[in-house]
């Protein structure tokens, strides 16, 4: 009986490193395939979620995927992120063998992440920090007599950065709203700190406007991965993030990026 036991133990240690070793197979070859249709110049790390996977591969089905992509180049920008999560993911597991397979999608979820390094560098300020600044979306809302639950095409945001103002370097804390504007992020400021090494202080008028232009820009980071429609813009820490979703997506034939 013992050695029975043992026996079926074995067999299942193979059969679970065989499974691992077939989910591992497979993700190479969607990663690949991604590569060519994303266009990126490194294969995006790719998990195919859920066990066993030899049932979702017999299948052709793979119930979830998660992909992500680092340092991706578009335009001006050198280090955008990617990442996606695609449900109901079918593809015949000979295909996928072969490098051949066409690849049906049938929802994802994509998510761009544009960052504060390449942020900096496009508006000149290198040392530029982000941060979600939720009470700042609220404000503008009650405002405006309009109540900021369930909108998600705005959010708030809190960006620092060191600029030069009369001939002096100073470093500027502004708060204001990102707005999803033409599946674009545009960044519009409305108040300001300013410390210049002796602590905060306020500023005349004419000068506020001119920290609050600096602080302004519109960025065109070229649409989601995988045709994903944006629907959502957010701040995170060292971020910009559009999400959006994409039902019925085939990868194969064409970009999808």
Request: charged share 25%; proline share 5%; hydrophobic share 45%.
């Amino acid at each position: 009986m013992k050695k029975l036991v043992i026996a079926l133990l074995v067999l299942l240690g193979l059969l679970v490193a065989a499974d691992f070793g077939a989910a591992a197979f497979a993700e190479y070859q969607l990663s690949k395939k991604l590569r060519a249709e994303l266009k990126l110049t490194d294969d995006p790390d790719v998990r195919v979620n859920g066990f066993p996977f030899l049932t979702q591969a017999l299948a052709g089905d793979y119930r979830e995927i998660e992909i992500r992509a680092n340092r991706v180049a578009f335009g001006q920008f050198r280090d955008l992120g990617l990442v996606a999560t695609a449900r109901h993911v079918r593809a015949p597991l000979s295909g996928l063998a072969s490098g051949s397979a066409r690849v049906v999608v049938d929802e994802v979820d994509g998510q761009l992440e544009v960052r504060a390094n390449d942020i900096g560098r496009m508006i000149e300020i290198p040392d530029l920090r982000i941060e979600p600044a939720p009470e700042e979306v609220a404000a503008v809302a009650g405002a405006a007599g309009k109540p900021p639950a369930g909108d998600r095409t705005t959010a708030g945001v809190r960006l620092t950065g060191s600029t030069e103002l009369a001939g002096q370097k100073i470093r500027a804390t502004v708060t204001g709203v990102l707005t999803l504007l033409d599946n674009q992020i545009q960044v519009t400021p409305r108040e300001t700190k300013i410390d210049a090494g002796g602590g905060a202080f306020s500023l005349p008028e004419a000068m506020k406007r001119q920290v609050l232009k600096t602080f302004t820009f519109r960025l065109d980071p070229g649409g989601l991965p995988l045709n994903a429609q944006p629907t959502e813009v957010a701040a995170q820490n060292g971020a910009l993030v559009i999400r959006g979703k994409a039902t019925n997506v085939t990868l194969g034939g064409g970009s999808t990026r």
